[in-house]
């Protein structure tokens, strides 16, 4: 048996945790710059607000109807999803983190321990609550698929009450019939389009389909979807998590750039990003990409990158710094208002591997950046910094609703009065 536990609209909620006023308004949380909205409160969604709306497009509604509006509070749905994780984790020594408000538990092995899988549902869900103060959904079915569209049921079908089991087969065909087929897991919309044209509108008439006529059709992701639909178990999960091939640090800015001083520090500040990251996986990279753009909604919309080649594979953020510097001049370019920029390292490899250049003295300092992430990991990211990352606001986002940071700053701790 598998269990799938996510968070009710995360982000809306997790701004509701520390803030008890709020928790009985509708609430509503935006993307990058305040531009979308990202999140929408279960009593928000009864105003039929819609997710992914532009903010300026529905503002006049929001205000209408007294809405809560937070900008992302990135640090404090990190450190309330670290802290919900680890509660989950406890009633399962099998645990898979999909994102960060998903969990997958797996319970092979364990089945005849436990007889009552709603009952447990619950007691997960009582105990996030009594922890974190976050709502959970939880499903349980024979895979991970059907696990996925239980956890769908609970929170989205009338007549569940937060926990949904797939443990029979009128269970699975009841859920089934009641999805459609683009919520299942693994079918995007294109892919429900063209399933739709087939005359295949539910989870339960894609269970009905041959699943070696799905592969041969569309793909084997799909035959998979089917064989777990149907409750033979197809998906895994790998015990040690895969480096990643690319890391990117890319971001708009919360007002547009004209100054060549603030978009070189914003590129910088990328850099040391990607190269933190780089570090912690343990990867060095020999190829840097950066780029700079204008809006593609102004006139004379602008785009310039660049591949910086290193002649030995590094992740010091002072190496990438300079090689920001060294090719400035060939993205800058002035009286473009500047609207978002980034920095790529891509090609990468393991520093457990690396061949030095005969010819040439290593181009980084290992114990100087051991000491950098040492200091940033004991005192906060950024307590130590290189000295072009000069501090600003210019470039950085816009959140004109941001929430305090209430477990990562000292000034923002909450205060309890008796």
């Known amino acids: 048996m598998y269990a799938l536990v996510d968070a009710v609209a995360f982000y809306a909620s997790a701004e509701k945790v520390f803030d008890p006023a709020i928790r009985s308004k509708p609430v509503v949380v935006l993307t990058n710059n305040d531009g979308c909205i990202c999140a929408v409160c279960p009593i928000a969604r009864k105003l039929a607000i819609p997710k992914f709306q532009p903010y300026f497009q529905v503002k006049k509604i929001l205000e209408d109807n007294q809405v809560v509006i937070r900008s992302s509070n990135y640090e404090l749905y990190a450190d309330l999803s670290e802290r919900m994780m680890n509660v989950i984790g406890r009633f399962c020594d099998n645990q898979h ?36 103060k976050l709502p959970v959904g939880v499903g349980f079915g024979p895979t991970a698929t059907l696990a996925k569209a239980a956890n769908r049921a609970a929170k989205k079908l009338p007549g569940f009450d937060g926990v949904a089991v797939i443990d029979s087969e009128p269970s699975r065909v009841a859920i089934l019939k009641a999805m459609d087929i683009q919520d299942v897991w693994g079918v995007g919309r294109r892919l429900a389009k063209k399933l739709k044209a087939m005359n295949i509108n539910t989870a339960f008439d894609l269970a009905e389909q041959d699943p070696r006529k799905m592969k041969r059709l569309f793909s084997i992701v799909l035959e998979r979807t089917v064989n777990e639909l149907r409750g033979k178990s197809c998906l895994a999960w790998d015990e040690v998590r895969q480096d990643k091939k690319e890391i990117f640090s890319t971001r708009s800015f919360g007002e547009r750039i004209t100054d060549a001083t603030a978009l070189k520090t914003a590129l910088i500040n990328h850099c040391v990003i990607v190269a933190r990251k780089l570090r912690a996986q343990g990867s060095h990279t020999q190829r840097l990409l950066m780029f700079v753009a204008s809006s593609p909604h102004q006139d004379g919309y602008y785009k310039k990158s660049y591949i910086y080649e290193f002649s030995v594979a590094t992740a010091d953020s002072c190496v990438f710094a300079n090689a920001i510097s060294e090719v400035f001049d060939h993205l800058y370019k002035p009286g473009v208002r500047f609207y978002k920029c980034g920095v790529g390292a891509l090609e990468l490899s393991s520093q457990m591997f690396q061949q030095p250049d005969l010819f040439q003295a290593p181009i980084d300092n290992p114990k100087l950046m051991t000491c950098l992430d040492s200091i940033n990991a004991r005192y906060g990211v950024g307590t130590l910094a290189i000295a072009s990352e000069t501090p600003t606001t210019r470039w950085h986002m816009k959140r004109e609703y941001l929430s305090p940071h209430y477990t990562t700053r000292w000034h923002n701790l909450p205060k309890i009065h008796c």
Do not use: A, P
């Open 97 to 132: 983190i999909y994102s960060i408000d998903e969990s997958f538990l797996n319970f092979t092995g364990f089945n005849k321990l436990i007889h009552d899988w709603h009952g447990y549902g619950h007691d997960i869900r009582r105990t996030v609550w009594r922890e974190t």
